[in-house]
């Protein structure tokens, strides 16, 4: 069994490259096609960037960290943060109907990785955030 990889994230937005970079070598070390690879990196592009805009009002520097491991069937990643708690599974389901000039802003970004990872649990616990994400992988998955 692959051993979990960690990456500790600053509350910045200049991270996200440091974590797509991060995302790629972890596929490519994985053996991960390179749609899997996307999908993970838009679901956690997705909650690192709500992460540092959102669960840090103090405007202080704060870190919080990542950990994503290969297990036969599936990619798991947890992202743990020491922010506000937040619940993003407690999000309404956006309106995807309306024309857009109707709809109200926000939310997709929580829709959309609920729509690419297959399970999305949230906890807090110990003053800490707790979001697990699970992608399934393909049975006859090779590197693209």
Partial sequence: MNQPKTLTLTNNLSELSR??????????EQGLDTKTILALNLALDELV???VNYSYPDGQAHSFKLTIQRLD????????????PFNPLK???????????ARQIGGLGIYFVRQTMDEV????????NHL????RLDKHMDSD
Avoid at 19 to 28: D, I, P, S, V, Y
Avoid at 73 to 84: K, M, P, Q, V, Y
Avoid at 91 to 101: G, I, K, N, R, V
């Fill in 91 to 101: 999000m309404p389901e956006p309106d995807t109907e309306s024309e857009l000039d």
């Fill in 49 to 51: 960037t709500n992460i």
């Fill in 19 to 28: 974590l797509a970079q991060w995302l790629e070598t972890f596929g490519e």
């Fill in 121 to 128: 649990e949230y906890r807090f616990e110990q003053g800490h």
């Fill in 132 to 135: 697990r994400l699970v992608k």
């Fill in 73 to 84: 069937d599936r990619i798991e990643a947890e992202l743990i943060d020491d922010g506000i």
